[in-house]
């Protein structure tokens, strides 16, 4: 398998624009997360979804950003209007099963994408 | 939400020694993940491990979880061990929910 894929890899835009981020998990995940990194606040956790339905979004910064998942192997994560201090890296990362859930046996590691550059000038 | 400590901040070998990493967290964990963020800024899974002991080559991880820890040791140190090492837990109902910490900076030199 590719692992997970992320594009753009990098993606430069001014201060208003929308920005799209793309993300394709592994295949057969049914689990999908958008986590953001920064140096003031490290690896934060945007939003998640478990088979296509979002989770829980109370990471989202605000109403500016928003996620989808229309299908198994497709999600965006959508700003607008983009702000500087949107700037940050962001990460797109699969799972298989619910994680630690106690009456699963199979519980998988978490697979980081390699990331979105997002610069907001 | 459950905290999570990691210890050092920073840590400096030469290539060949030994490390240990710790990751302390406040409260009982469901889901104990490390990861390596290498230099150019992927970041690779090492182990879940909520508990116990798990070796990868070179790598071993211990979580206790009663006492609310964890340790990643690195045995021979190669410059390609150089990253941030990261320590990720969830717990209760938030099972999907990693917080991480704030990383052990490490760098190997030749």
């Known amino acids: 398998d590719a692992g997970v894929i992320q594009s753009p890899r990098h993606e430069v835009t001014e201060m208003g624009q929308e920005v799209t981020l793309r993300c394709k998990p592994i295949?057969?995940?049914?689990?999908l997360f958008w986590y953001r990194q920064t140096m003031m606040r490290g690896l934060e956790l945007l939003i998640y979804f478990n088979n296509n339905v979002p989770i829980d979004d109370s990471g989202m910064p605000e109403d500016r950003f928003s996620a989808k998942m229309p299908n198994a192997s497709f999600s965006t994560l959508k700003i607008q209007p983009s702000e500087p201090r949107d700037s940050a890296v962001y990460f797109c990362?699969?799972?298989?099963?619910?994680?630690?859930?106690?009456?699963?046996?199979?519980?998988?590691?978490?697979?980081f994408g390699s990331g979105t550059q997002l610069s907001v000038l | 939400g459950i905290q999570v400590e990691q210890s050092p901040p920073d840590l400096i070998l030469q290539e060949g020694a030994n490390s240990t990493l710790r990751c302390n967290f406040s409260d009982s964990v469901n889901n104990l993940q490390w990861f390596h963020q290498n230099p150019w800024g992927q970041l690779i899974n090492l182990f879940y491990?909520?508990?116990g002991t798990k070796q990868n080559g070179r790598l071993s991880a211990t979580t206790v979880a009663t006492e609310r820890y964890s340790l990643l040791y690195i045995s021979s140190s190669q410059t390609t061990d150089s990253g941030v090492y990261f320590c990720a837990v969830s717990g209760g109902t938030s099972y999907g929910k990693l917080t991480f910490g704030q990383g052990t900076i490490l760098t190997v030199h030749p």
């Open positions: 491990i909520p508990s």
């Open positions: 295949s057969g995940h049914d689990y």
């Open positions: 990362a699969s799972a298989f099963g619910p994680l630690g859930a106690a009456l699963f046996l199979k519980r998988e590691k978490l697979f």
